[in-house]
């Protein structure tokens, strides 16, 4: 690729363009430009004509019913997830290639192709239904990245079941708030999972979270770890055992384009996690459209997302959009520096992947751990790389396109939600130029914008808030159980004008393209992964020790964002720490601790400080955007507000002198 200064503009941060090459761009899926045009003329044609990609037992009448907020894409169609993702490859001559290549964390690796998967799957989803599943029923899945993962989604889908993955990261109790609120009949988990050579007890976690779920009738449990573990006679069956005497093969149930697919719980502003829900159509025809533009797949490619099937990373690009296309998707279950700092380099050299879509944490980290990691491996399989979960900055993006991509790469930066399903903002390999640290420009047939809070475009160069104006196939249907709650969050925030608010802040530049500036509202982005600060300071406050908490997002060098407490403690436990009985120290860990255990590893604060009072405003809310600057070293922003200005200055001085 070509480096040239841009000229047009001297105002832009970033002024390094990389223009596609011609080749690539020869043998690219979307080689012209007209592509934006066209799909802008007649969006619901243009989304007809993608949806035609998958197999649909019975055509739509109407594209689209656009009753604001809320949507159908290709109405009265019918298809199944699983028979597009599976079955239909069979009739092809892809029944023989690589569908998933999986490589374990203590270096097992099993190949399924296509055929294979359809083994697994029908024999998995006769297990489900001999165990009660049925058409309409919810189904938790709380896995490590195996291949069952995907198999017990896709057997979900088959027989016409939500399934709501839960990361295997979360604690028991974030498992129980998510499985109650889907009101899930069956929870699918392993015995454990492998985390840096240990075990993390996940049927253990599951056992401690079904105590407390009413509709739990029966738990799955596929071997992984090997560990004894405690099974419950009537409710807790042995996968190995049961699907030693299930049927290969069966129907599909047809499903209704607008049918749930899934649930996927996410972090809103407010404590309790959002079930966003996707139908299958729509959602099937966005990620499979998406993944073939974007990631310019070919059917020799072997396609790599390293995010976890927990989140929506894993669904759309692990599991849903390769398989609908066709493509080998990997899946691999470790840690990127376990046993080494080169395990990812080591996968790319092994199994010689083309496609490599990753996150900006990551990509930091490798960073930090040196390019000699890398350079020891032999990476020219790679021609193509990704990147998601948050705003990538430029010297990790210029990192990842020299000692990755070896400079022939070109990099998408996608934006996008679990609310939205698909990548909706990202460059077209083959077309569109780059600029470092940018996600370019709307992917075609989604139309976007950046505008004030009445809901007015910005100038140009001008940051607001990021919107969209159209509905889009893979986007949100609602929040499970909670239509209001979905009014309320994304579409009554800019009143009066139907514009989805996605809360990240945004601003265009005189090319137009996008540069997202992180979340508006109170959501922590830590590793690319969201949690609100209602959520970990509930957590905190649950603690018997503690009154009040305020969390915030602190800048973080390899996370984006870390977690910063502040707390104030119960006056009995302040006093035991001042007489000595418990130190600071002790405190700090036994919080930290707790919050681990009620959300999870993802949840543990980096530092957790004590203070005698908050900053408030003269109505009670605590301001957080003081504690931030505070937490991040600025001079304090407006204190007007406040009802005790000398609260604040004397947090200050005292984190200063980190005097927690
Ligand atoms: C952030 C992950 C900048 C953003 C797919 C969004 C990004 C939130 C990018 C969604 C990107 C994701 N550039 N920011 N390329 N991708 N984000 O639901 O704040 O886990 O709102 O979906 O991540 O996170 P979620």
Not at 65 to 89: E, I, M, S, T
Not at 298 to 319: L, P
Not at 451 to 473: I, R
Not at 640 to 657: G, S
Request: glycine fraction near 8%.
């Amino acid at each position: 690729m070509a480096v040239r200064k841009a000229t047009i503009d001297t105002l832009l941060q970033e002024d390094r363009i990389f223009h596609p090459d011609t080749e690539f761009n020869r043998q690219a899926n979307v080689k012209h430009r007209e592509i934006y045009a066209e799909a802008r003329s007649n969006s619901r044609i243009f989304w007809a004509m993608q949806a035609e990609r998958l197999e649909w037992f019975q055509k739509w009448d109407q594209v689209v019913d656009w009753q604001p907020p809320f949507v159908k894409w290709f109405v009265n169609g019918k298809l199944n997830a699983c028979y597009n993702c599976v079955d239909r490859h069979l009739k092809t001559w892809r029944k023989n290639k690589a569908a998933i290549i999986f490589e374990g964390e203590p270096g097992d690796t099993r190949v399924l192709t296509y055929w294979d998967l359809w083994r697994e799957v029908t024999k998995f989803a006769n297990v489900l239904r001999d165990l009660g599943v049925q058409k309409g029923d919810r189904v938790a899945i709380y896995m490590p990245m195996i291949p069952e993962a995907a198999i017990a989604m896709l057997a979900c889908a088959r027989l016409g079941a939500a399934h709501s993955v839960v990361f295997g990261g979360f604690s028991p109790d974030s498992l129980r708030d998510r499985i109650n609120d889907a009101g899930a009949k069956l929870v699918i988990t392993t015995d454990g999972s492998w985390r840096r050579g240990k075990i993390v007890p996940l049927k253990k976690n599951t056992d401690l979270a079904v105590a407390e779920c009413p509709t739990i009738e029966k738990m799955l449990v596929v071997r992984r770890t090997g560990q004894e573990v405690s099974m419950q006679e009537g409710r807790d069956f042995w996968y190995h055992e049961l699907e030693v005497g299930a049927q290969v093969g069966g129907p599909c149930e047809e499903m209704d384009s607008e049918d749930m697919l899934f649930i996927l719980y996410t972090s809103g502003t407010t404590g309790k996690p959002k079930g966003v829900v996707h139908t299958t159509g729509g959602y099937l025809t966005g990620v499979a459209t998406t993944h073939h533009m974007i990631f310019d797949l070919k059917d020799s490619d072997v396609f790599w997302c390293t995010a976890d099937v927990g989140w929506i990373t894993g669904h759309s690009y692990v599991v849903y959009g390769p398989l609908a296309n066709g493509a080998t998707t990997l899946m691999f279950e470790g840690a990127p520096d376990w046993p080494e700092q080169d395990r990812f380099w080591a996968i790319v050299e092994r199994y010689g992947v083309n496609i490599l879509y990753t996150a900006p944490t990551a990509i930091r980290a490798f960073m930090k751990w040196g390019e000699q990691w890398p350079a020891r491996r032999d990476l020219s399989s790679l021609r193509l790389l990704g990147s998601v979960g948050e705003p990538i900055n430029p010297e990790a993006w210029m990192w990842y396109h020299k000692h990755i991509g070896g400079q022939r790469c070109p990099i998408v930066d996608t934006w996008w939600q679990t609310e939205t399903g698909m990548i909706l903002i990202s460059a077209l390999p083959g077309i569109t130029p780059l600029k470092p640290g940018s996600a370019t420009v709307p992917v075609p047939g989604v139309e976007a914008d950046v505008v004030d809070k009445n809901g007015n475009p910005v100038l140009l160069g001008k940051g607001g808030f990021l919107v969209l104006k159209e509905p889009w196939p893979a986007m949100m249907r609602t929040i499970y159980g909670d239509d209001q709650r979905y009014i309320d969050t994304y579409w009554n925030k800019i009143p009066g004008k139907w514009l989805y608010f996605a809360g990240d802040g945004a601003r265009r530049d005189y090319h137009n393209y996008y540069w997202i500036l992180g979340r508006v509202d109170d959501v922590i982005n830590v590793a690319g992964h969201r949690l609100s600060t209602m959520e970990v300071e509930s957590a905190f406050v649950d603690h018997p020790s503690v009154a009040e908490a305020a969390a915030i997002g602190k800048d973080h060098a390899i996370k984006g964002q870390a977690i910063s407490v502040f707390i104030t403690l119960k006056s009995s436990i302040s006093k035991e720490m001042d007489s000595g009985a418990k130190t600071r120290k002790e405190m700090q860990d036994e919080l930290k601790a707790h919050v681990v255990r009620k959300i999870g590893a993802i949840a543990r604060p980096d530092d957790v400080f004590f203070t005698a009072e908050l900053p408030k405003t003269r109505s009670g809310k605590i301001m957080r955007r003081l504690l931030r600057d505070i937490a991040e070293g600025r001079a304090l922003g407006d204190t007007t507000t406040l009802a005790d200005p000398a609260v604040i200055a004397e947090l200050k001085n005292r984190y200063e002198a980190k005097e927690s």
